[in-house]
């Protein structure tokens, strides 16, 4: 077996850690700890299209009934820069520069994302704000 393949898939969210020691432990119910960490694991599970964790963590007043990823079977998801991050109390925003590739053409998503923290102490995706590019 080469090196390459031994080697842990890295996280798409861009912590240059391994999947399995990132987020994968969220997409197994494990709450993110930090607005910043949800906003990465959601990241990861759009690249990853994982549906019932994005609407799992989705605000329960602005989450759609259904997401169809595999409609966007085009989209290849090429990596995520965190800008800013901040929380106060229970209430926290994200800012950050998805960048990704539909039929070869690349495109950036930028946007500040706004979090709630539940009474459960659950932070989940409110809604977001795009940024002219």
Same mark, same amino acid.
């Given at each position: 077996? @080469?090196?390459?393949?031994?080697? =842990?898939?890295?996280? %798409? ?17 494990? =709450? !993110? %700890?930090?607005? &910043?960490? /949800? ?10 299209? /994982?549906?019932?964790?994005?609407? !799992?963590? #989705?605000? =329960?007043?602005?989450? %759609?009934?259904? /997401? ?8 290849? #998801?090429? @990596? ?6 901040? &929380? ?6 994200? &800012? ?8 070869? *053409?690349? #495109?950036? /998503?930028?946007?500040? @994302? @706004?979090?709630? *923290?539940?009474?459960?102490?659950? #932070? ?10």
């Amino acid at each position: 077996m @080469s090196k390459a393949s031994s080697a =842990p898939l890295k996280c %798409p969210c861009g912590s240059n850690l391994a999947y399995t020691a990132c987020c994968a432990i969220f997409h197994g119910g494990v =709450p !993110a %700890p930090t607005a &910043e960490a /949800l906003m990465r694991s959601r990241y990861t599970a759009y690249v990853l299209k /994982l549906e019932d964790y994005l609407l !799992a963590t #989705w605000h =329960p007043q602005t989450r %759609p009934s259904s /997401l169809d990823l595999a409609a966007d079977g085009n989209v290849n #998801w090429q @990596s995520l820069e965190v800008c800013n991050a901040s &929380e106060d109390g229970d209430l926290a925003s994200v &800012e950050f520069v998805a960048r990704y590739k539909i039929n070869g *053409r690349a #495109w950036k /998503l930028h946007e500040t @994302s @706004s979090f709630s *923290r539940n009474a459960d102490g659950r #932070w989940l995706y409110v809604d977001g704000d795009l940024k002219e590019n």
